[in-house]
């Protein structure tokens, strides 16, 4: 079992930047994927990056590449998500996600445990 808590959401003008931070707790934090997602008003959950369990590998969807970054801490059994250039299209609330499948999947489903959510708003 992994408990998942996301801290840093916030209210920032477009082309500002806010750090998400997400601290899990139980056992072996390595053994998962950690995934990002999002989801705006009336939208489905969307895929936002991934970072694989050594934090070698990370993924991102097209629409934040380049200005948003993934990195995790282990030791620390934290992930975090830097988020800089914000538009107002990234409003949305953002979740952190763990999945003990092979691989970082792209797909919520593939996910087992999942953080509460934190808002970020971007104003024009």
């Known amino acids: 079992q992994v408990q998942l808590v996301e801290s840093g959401g916030g209210l920032v003008q477009a082309g500002g930047s806010l750090r998400l931070s997400c601290a899990a707790s139980?056992?072996?934090?390595?053994?998962?994927?950690m995934g990002w997602f999002r989801q705006a008003p009336g939208k489905e959950r969307e895929f936002v990056s991934a970072i694989s369990k050594s934090g070698g590998s990370t993924y991102y969807e097209d629409s934040v590449k380049g200005r948003f970054t993934s990195s995790r801490d282990n030791a620390k059994h934290t992930v975090a998500l830097q988020m800089n250039s914000l538009k107002p299209e990234d409003t949305a609330v953002y979740y952190c996600?763990?999945?003990?499948?092979?691989?970082?999947?792209?797909?919520?489903?593939?996910?087992?445990?999942w953080g509460q959510g934190t808002q970020v708003t971007v104003s024009s």
């Open positions: 139980g056992r072996a934090f390595s053994n998962y994927c």
């Open positions: 996600a763990a999945s003990y499948y092979s691989g970082c999947n792209r797909e919520p489903s593939q996910y087992n445990y």
